[in-house]
């Protein structure tokens, strides 16, 4: 079964891309969080049993400092919360799907993550992520 986790929105920094979100009501749902290995600072909003992230860049190396570049602070992408992220790799790699790279890595929160190709995706950016059991 696949299910809304997230979206992320890159912003340059985590206070001023907090700010329509602390309008809202929203607080931040614990500490902020660096994923080392997407170079990126987190911020998570909880909205129901969905997420807003908002992805701040930890230097000028990271993916989300180079989206950044090229495009205006936004929705950077949707993530699906997937039981089974090896299983649904290859049954998403059997009917044509590419992704950004070989295998599941460290996401968020232990969760593993891959993100599909934007022109697999109709120009969106997907993210599929597994939880570790029993937690989302």
């Not at 495009?71 to 992408?77: E, Q």
């Not at 049954?91 to 890595?105: H, I, M, N, P, V």
């Not at 968020?108 to 939880?131: M, N, Q, S, Y």
């Amino acid at each position: 079964m696949v299910q809304l986790d997230h979206i992320g929105i890159a912003t340059p920094d985590l206070d001023t891309g907090s700010a329509p979100y602390l309008a809202l009501g929203l607080s931040p749902e614990g500490p902020d969080e660096i994923v080392e290995a997407q170079g990126v600072n987190v911020r998570v909003f909880r909205v129901g049993d969905a997420m807003v992230e908002l992805l701040a860049p930890t230097g000028p190396e990271s993916a989300i400092a180079k989206y950044l570049e090229k495009n205006r602070p936004g929705l950077h992408h949707t993530a699906y919360r997937v039981d089974d992220i090896d299983a649904e790799i290859e049954r998403l790699k059997a009917t044509g799907a590419t992704f950004l790279s070989e295998k599941a890595g460290a996401g968020l929160h232990h969760t593993r993550v891959i993100f599909l190709h934007p022109k697999w995706g109709a120009g969106t950016l997907i993210e599929l992520c597994e939880h570790p059991k029993g937690q989302h």
